[in-house]
């Protein structure tokens, strides 16, 4: 089965399924604004993730990478790491990430309490240890409160600080884009450029792999399905998980949701801009090079679906007592 | 006239201010809430305080060293620049900075538009130029507008882009702390420690420098004044500035306001603690030693100054064009 006709059965699929009333059955559906099930834990996951103290540094914390107010990445190619290390792959956006299938572009967490302690303990990252993050939040008298009163013990454990993270994390969902009203039926939401964009998206099979109401994060697909993707970057993708050479260059399908917040493009960053990244996938994934007119209706498409950005107060977080081990950030990686 | 009678004097002159009604005349006088003079400039310039593209890697925003989830600083020794370059001062917080006689512990700017400026350009700090910051925000529409708005024009400049940060910064003040209720007569709004805390800084001279609104900020002063301050950083303070050796290690007098958040304290950072900044303070400036009870009464009072923090909603921050020069935090500093 060629891509192509993959593109087509996943609509017919779409299609068939045979929704009532004024919502459009598409491969892409709407995205459901969040349910807090325990505010309290999201509150304190939300302290968490704006948190330095979780970084050996005490500079980095979840939002430096992931920042919500950039679409929740950091528009880089690669992230900064502790000591200004160069960061192996571009950061994914934090949105709509629990609608993901697994976390990392390898896909090597399971679920976003998994993902939140990778960055924290890599040495490229975060440079912490689970133990030593474990002791600064736990010198804090106000966390520990807020630990006592979400999980009812003031013990505070790794397991404990990233479910936090993880339960705010699932609440930066972007529900609204013009997008989702047209899905939704408002046929005024989107530009007749706008809906033509989609349906080249559609029928030239981008929705094979962008799919579901992330568009995207549902697989895992090879990057260079027609012919190989070009790039310096040495990230092999999934077979780093699960030792299979068939998953060589394997990486987890990104999210087109917020594509306009979330440049540049690609795990290795390279693509500066949407028409660039259009262009590439159109060759290296479709084997087809879209005209000009029909990229620029995709891009505009993409655009589309930027939604409503999770806003709350910047988060004010509890300082440190005498006995919080201080952060040194330029003492050699050794010592602390 | 030695320290401690120029404090007695400092408190008679506000005792004999006469103020009327339940407000206490006091050395320190209460912050009163920010007056926003022009709210789209206010967000304008709230927008760039967090935004990382005005510096040369794309990562380092005002915020970063200036952060308003930990008091307006990054609570370090010193601050982390441009490729992990290790800042050679504390970073003073810029809550109340509105109230200082001048900016940067040297005093060598004059205000905060004329402050903002500086860490952009340091080759230090955020190691950009002002030039390649205002291309970089004149390539993105929505900021293009914002500038229309709120200056009559699209063209954005250097002075226009501080003048906005200035604005904002200009709101971050922190009144209602428990201190101002007590100032503005509420007796219950202390404990009797605290209060004592308070009367021992009085009496003790504490209040010759921290005095007014931001309990200091109003005057520069020998760090050492009573025996040598001793320390590896090299700042030599006010002296940078006015060519006289009069100003050798004179620094402006840190704000008390929030101290509590804005740990480590000192141009250096050296000290950790309250209690440790409280017992050098009393040795190198006023020449006596603080019993451990007077200086835990001196803490409890110092933490009576947090006030309300600020709280606005996270800034969204407008995307880059196809147009907007990318950053390269990893390139050689000579070229971009």
Redesign the interface.
Known sequence: MTIRTMGFCVVAFWLSTGWVGAQRAEPIQPISPATIDDPRMMELGKKLY????LSR???ISCN?CH?????GS????TS?GH??Q?GPINAPTVLNSSMSVAQFWDGRARDLREQAGGPIANPGEMAFTHELAVEVIASIPQYVQEFETVFGTPTVDIDKITSAIAAFEETLVTPNSRFDKWLSGDSAALTPTEVQGYEVFKTSGCVVCHNGPAAGGTSFRKMGVVEPYRTDNPAEGRVAVTGRDADRFNFKVPTMRNV??T??YFHDGAA????QAVDVMGRVQLGRRFSEDDNAKIVAFLKTLTGD?P???????P??S?KTP?????APTSTR
Do not use: C, H, V
């Open positions: 704006f948190d330095p103290r540094s005490g500079f430096s920042n919500l107010s950039m679409g950091d528009n880089l190619k900064i000591n200004w160069k306009e917040l440049y540049p500066d801009t949407l028409a950005q806003t709350f107060p910047l988060p004010l977080l300082p440190s005498d201080r952060p040194n950030p330029f």
